[in-house]
Structure formats: C-alpha cells, structure tokens
Nanobody, 124 residues
C-alpha cells in the first residue's frame, strides 16, 4: 500500500512558477512509478508528467514539455512537479499517483494509488 498527499497548490499569476510536492508513505514507494495528472472542472483527468521508479526516465505531456519538470527523492519518499511559465489553462486540480509496475506511464488506468489532489489556479 502507498498513501499519497499532495501539497503546494494555490493561486499564481500567469508566467509565474509553483512547485507541487507529493509525500508518500508505504514500504514500496521506491519501486513505484510516479505520475502527475490534472483535472479541470467538467473535464476528464489528463496526464501531465511521469517518472519511473529509479528516476532515470521521465515523460511529459506535450502541453507542459519544456515548462514542467518532474523529479523524485526515494530516500525522502517525495515526488515533485516544478511548474514554470504557468498559463491560465494550467488551472486544475493536480493529482499525484503511484504505479506498482514502476514504469511511470501516461495512462490513468495503470496507476494503483492516488492522492486527494491540490488545486492550482493561474490568473491571467
């Protein structure tokens, strides 16, 4: 079992930066792939970024490539999402997720554990 708690959301102006954190508990964290997803009101949950169990492989949605960076610290059981050059369209609830297979993919269905989410609002 892995429990996930996101933090770091809030209100930021367009063009600004914000860092989201995801604190994990559970013995299997270091073998899990980790992902960030987001969901805007009335829309489906969409992939943002993912990282494999070792941190050696990352994946990004085209909409955030070059602006967002995912990283992890297995010793601290933390995953981070650094978001730069934020746009109003980045406004959403951001969710952290863990996949037991360790791959860190872009598919919602491949993740086994989810956090409660943190709201990010980007004002224009």
């Amino acid at each position: 079992q892995v429990q996930l708690v996101e933090s770091g959301g809030g209100l930021v102006q367009a063009g600004g930066s914000q860092r989201l954190s995801c604190a994990a508990s559970g013995r299997t964290f270091s073998t899990c792939g980790m992902g960030w997803f987001r969901q805007a009101p009335g829309k489906e949950r969409h992939f943002v970024a993912a990282i494999n169990w070792s941190g050696g492989s990352t994946l990004y949605a085209d909409s955030v490539k070059g602006r967002f960076t995912i990283s992890r610290d297995n010793a601290k059981k933390m995953v981070y999402l650094q978001m730069n050059s934020l746009k109003p369209e980045d406004t959403a609830v951001y969710y952290c997720a863990a996949d037991n297979a360790g791959r860190g993919t872009s598919f919602v269905s491949e993740y086994d554990y989810w956090g409660q989410g943190t709201q990010v609002t980007v004002s224009s």
